[in-house]
């Protein structure tokens, strides 16, 4: 089946340590994106890529790294230096940024910090 | 993209139509209007867009005002598997849209 698929489902870290959140997607889309929802909240965008070897941050970068070495293939780090980092991450892909496009989610990670 | 403004909540029975109420005074001419919703723990999905004309597809209807202002999304028969957060949202890119908090539907059985 085609779909994004993102792992680890849930995840505990300890504060201070980087924690990488995987997003692979086979529906040959040229656009990715990685999003956090905190409880009761909308999504915020993080980063977001248009092709591979290019990405742009979003709204909240801050604390984030991303990288775009394959089409199908969009980690996000979250560094130590994320102040507040326990939530919830979406991954999500397009065909490209128009808006006509449909955005496709993965079913997120949930990130805890203990 | 544009600001929007959508009730928290609003309830529904089983079997009737629901219509989902948005404002969206400042969209600009050329911002798209979406609606994705989003299940408990799941990554919202698309339900419908639509720029002037009112749209319809196999989930939903979407009704659209005619100065653009505001818009509905009908659901026309809702059912248990309805029952989610729906969000309205104003955007020109994929990469500027705005998920607020959203409405959250109840459905009673």
């Known amino acids: 089946d085609g779909g994004i698929t993102q792992s680890p489902k849930y995840l505990f870290r300890k504060e201070g340590q980087n924690v990488t959140l995987s997003c692979e997607q086979n529906?040959?889309?040229?656009?990715m994106y990685w999003y956090r929802q905190d409880p009761g909240q909308g999504l915020r965008l993080i980063y977001y890529s248009q092709i591979v070897n290019d990405f742009q941050k979003g709204d909240i970068a801050e604390g984030y790294s991303v990288s775009r070495e394959k089409k199908e293939s969009f980690p996000l780090t979250v560094t130590s230096a994320q102040k507040n980092p326990t939530a919830f991450y979406l991954c999500?892909?397009?065909?490209?940024?128009?808006?006509?496009?449909?955005?496709?989610f993965g079913e997120g990670s949930r990130l805890t910090v203990l | 993209d544009a600001k929007t403004t959508q009730p928290n909540s609003m309830e529904s029975n089983e079997e009737e139509p629901v219509h989902l109420p948005c404002n969206h005074s400042?969209?600009?001419?050329?911002?798209?209007i979406h609606w994705y919703r989003q299940l408990p723990s799941q990554g919202p999905e698309y339900v419908i867009h639509?720029?002037?004309s009112n749209v319809n597809n196999r989930m939903a209807s979407l009704a659209i005002a005619e100065d653009r202002k505001s818009s509905t999304l009908i659901l026309h028969r809702a059912t248990l598997r309805d029952a989610a957060v729906y969000y309205c949202i104003g955007g020109g890119s994929n990469y500027k849209l705005t998920f607020g908090k959203g409405t959250l539907l109840t459905v009673n059985p």
């Open positions: 400042t969209i600009s001419g050329t911002d798209y």
């Open positions: 529906l040959n889309h040229d656009a």
């Open positions: 639509g720029l002037t």
């Open positions: 999500a892909s397009s065909t490209g940024t128009s808006p006509t496009g449909e955005l496709f």
